[in-house]
C-alpha cells in the first residue's frame, strides 16, 4: 500500500491544481496517520540483581530516630558542624569538578532535544535572486537553436519540507536512548556532586583531628618541658646525672618533631580542602579549633533502598536503559525507512509578480528505503548492540554489589573503631596514672628517670591513637553516608527527560 501512496505522491513541478493540491494533502493526511506504528526491539525492564534482607554489620549507635534522618541534599548537617556547613557551600558553589559535571548535563539535555526534534517536520526556505544572461546559440527544442541572446532577472521564494514516518519506531528509540542519556548525565551530576562533598567532609574531619592531635602533641611538650626543668635542677643539685639530662632532651626533641610532622599534614588537608572550594591554596586558611565531636547516629534503611539512593547505581541502571533502546534501534534498521517530502514557492523573471498564483509550484513525494544487502552490518549491528546491553547488565549487577561492600564495611567499622575507641580510652587514663606514678617514685629516689621518660612517651603515643581513633570513627561515618546515597533518591532524575512540544514545531 506504501509504494503505491508514494507513487501517487510524485507530482513534481506541475501547475498548482486545487484537485491536485487536494489529492496531495489527502495522500500526506493518510501517511501521517500511519505514524502511529509499532516500535520494534525489546521493552526495557530492569534486571534484577542480588539483594541482601538485612544488612550484616551492626552499628555501635542506636537505632536512629526521625529526627536523626539524613538531611535532604545537605547530608553532612547531620554531624551539626557550621564550619563544615559553610565550607560545603561553598564547594556547591565554586567547585570546578562539579561545574564540568553540570555542563555534561547541558549537553546531555541539548542532544535529548535534537532527538526529540525528529517527531516534527522540517521546513526550510531559501529565497534568492540573480541576473542572467542565456547564451544566444543555446539548444531550446529539438535542432532547434536560439537566434539571440537573453539577458534576465530570476526571483524565486522556494521552500522545502520533509517529515519522516515513524512506522517502526526509529524516531521514537532515538529519543528514548536520548533520555536515558540524559539521565545517566544527571544520575553522574549527583554522583560528582556525592564523591566531592564526602571528600570534603573526610578531609575537614582528618583535619580537625591532627588539630586535636597537635594540641596533644603540645601538651606532651610543656609536660616533658617541665620534666627537663625538673632534671637539669637536680643535675644542678648533683642528685642527677647527665644521662638522664640527655635522655630527657632527646625526648623533647623527638617530640617537637612529631609535632612539625603533624602540622605538616594539617596543611596538605588544608590545601585539599582548598581546591576542593574553588580556591588558591595559597590564599585559604582554615583556623584551628578545638574538636569533640562524635559520630552521629546514621539511618541505614534497608538494603533495598540502596537501589534508588545510590547515584551510581542509579547511573549504571538507565545505562541498561540505554543500551536497550540501541538494540531497539538496531532491529529498526531492518525495516523500512519512509520520509516525505514536498517543496514549493514562487518563481518570476519579474519581483512585481513574483507572489501571485502563476509563479508558484510545487511537488509533493515520497522515499522508502529498504535494505537489502549491505554484508550482514545490520546483523552484525544488532548482535554488538545486545552485547553491549549483556555488558550494561554485568556492570550494573556488580555496582550493586560494590554498594552492599561498602556499607557493610561501614558498619563493621564503626562498631570496630567504637569498641577501640573505648579500650583506648582506658589505656590514655592508665598511662597518665603510669606517669604520676612514674614521677612519685623518681623524686622518692625510688627508680630512675628512665621510667619517667618511658611513661611519658606511653602517654604521648596512646593520647594520639585516641585522637586519631576519633578521626577515623569521623571520616568512616562520612564514607558510611556516602555509601548509603546521602539523602538522594533516583526519582529526582526522573524529571530530566524531554518530551516533544509543539514549541519545538516553530522556529
Not at 521546513?123 to 534576465?152: E, F, H, I, W, Y
Request: charge should be neutral; aromatic fraction near 6%; hydrophobic fraction near 45%.
Amino acid at each position: 500500500m506504501i509504494p503505491s501512496l508514494i507513487k501517487q505522491l510524485r507530482l513534481d513541478n506541475k501547475p498548482v491544481g486545487k484537485s491536485d493540491l487536494k489529492s496531495g494533502l489527502l495522500i500526506v493526511a493518510l501517511l501521517a496517520v500511519c505514524t502511529v506504528g509499532c516500535t520494534v526491539g525489546p521493552g526495557y525492564r530492569r534486571p534484577t540483581a542480588q539483594v541482601p534482607d538485612a544488612w550484616k554489620g551492626e552499628g555501635p549507635w542506636q537505632t536512629a530516630a526521625p529526627k536523626d534522618a539524613i538531611p535532604k541534599g545537605a547530608w553532612w548537617q547531620i554531624f551539626h558542624d557550621a564550619e563544615l556547613d559553610r565550607l560545603e557551600q561553598e564547594l556547591l558553589q565554586a567547585n570546578q569538578s562539579l561545574v564540568a559535571a553540570q555542563d555534561r548535563l547541558s549537553q546531555a539535555r541539548s542532544q535529548a532535544r535534537i532527538a526529540s526534534s525528529a517527531y516534527f517536520p522540517a521546513l526550510s526556505v531559501d529565497p534568492g535572486g540573480q541576473r542572467q544572461r542565456l547564451s544566444g546559440n543555446r539548444p531550446v527544442s529539438g535542432s532547434k537553436v536560439a537566434t539571440a541572446p537573453v539577458t534576465q532577472n530570476v526571483f524565486t521564494v522556494p521552500f522545502s519540507v520533509s517529515y519522516e514516518l515513524d512506522l517502526f519506531g526509529r524516531v521514537r528509540r532515538n529519543l528514548e536512548a536520548a533520555n536515558a542519556s540524559l539521565q545517566v548525565s544527571a544520575a553522574d551530576l549527583e554522583n560528582v556532586r556525592l564523591v566531592l562533598t564526602a571528600e570534603l567532609a573526610a578531609d575537614y574531619f582528618n583535619l580537625r583531628e591532627l588539630d586535636r592531635e597537635a594540641g596533644v602533641v603540645r601538651q606532651s611538650v610543656e609536660i616533658q618541658q617541665k620534666g627537663l626543668d625538673l632534671v637539669n635542677r637536680r643535675h644542678d643539685g648533683g642528685v642527677a646525672n647527665g644521662l638522664e639530662v640527655a635522655q630527657q632532651t632527646a625526648l623533647l626533641d623527638s617530640t617537637a618533631t612529631q609535632l612539625s610532622l603533624v602540622l605538616r599534614q594539617r596543611a596538605q588537608y588544608e590545601h585539599a580542602i582548598a581546591v576542593l572550594t574553588g580556591k588558591s591554596a595559597s590564599a585559604f586558611t582554615v583556623a584551628e579549633a578545638p574538636f569533640d565531636a562524635a559520630p552521629p547516629a546514621i539511618p541505614t534503611g534497608v538494603p533495598s533502598g540502596i537501589l534508588e539512593r545510590r547515584p551510581d547505581v542509579a547511573a549504571s541502571e538507565r545505562q541498561m536503559a540505554f543500551e536497550n533502546a540501541q538494540v531497539g534501534l538496531a532491529m529498526a534498521a531492518f525495516y523500512p525507512h519512509i520520509t516525505l517530502g514536498g517543496s514549493g514557492g514562487w518563481e518570476s523573471r519579474d519581483i512585481a509578480t513574483l507572489i501571485n498564483a502563476p509563479s508558484a509550484f510545487w511537488s509533493l513525494g515520497g522515499d522508502l528505503l529498504q535494505p537489502i544487502f549491505n554484508g550482514d552490518r545490520n546483523r552484525a549491528n544488532l548482535a554488538g548492540t545486545r552485547a553491549a546491553y549483556d555488558e550494561s547488565v554485568a556492570n550494573y549487577r556488580e555496582s550493586v554489589l560494590v554498594a552492599f561492600q561498602q556499607v557493610e564495611d561501614g558498619l563493621s567499622g564503626l562498631a570496630l573503631l567504637n569498641q577501640a575507641a573505648k579500650t583506648q580510652a582506658a589505656a590514655v587514663a592508665d598511662s597518665r596514672r603510669a606517669l604520676d606514678i612514674a614521677n612519685s617514685r623518681y623524686v622518692g629516689g625510688v627508680t630512675t628517670y628512665l621510667d619517667v621518660i618511658t611513661a611519658q612517651s606511653a602517654l604521648l603515643n596512646n593520647q594520639r591513637l585516641s585522637t586519631q581513633l576519633l578521626g577515623q570513627q569521623l571520616v568512616t561515618s562520612v564514607f558510611l553516608v556516602k555509601a548509603l546515597g546521602g539523602a538522594w533518591d533516583a526519582s529526582e532524575i526522573q524529571r530530566e527527560q524531554v518530551r516533544p512540544t509543539l514549541v519545538q514545531a516553530v522556529p
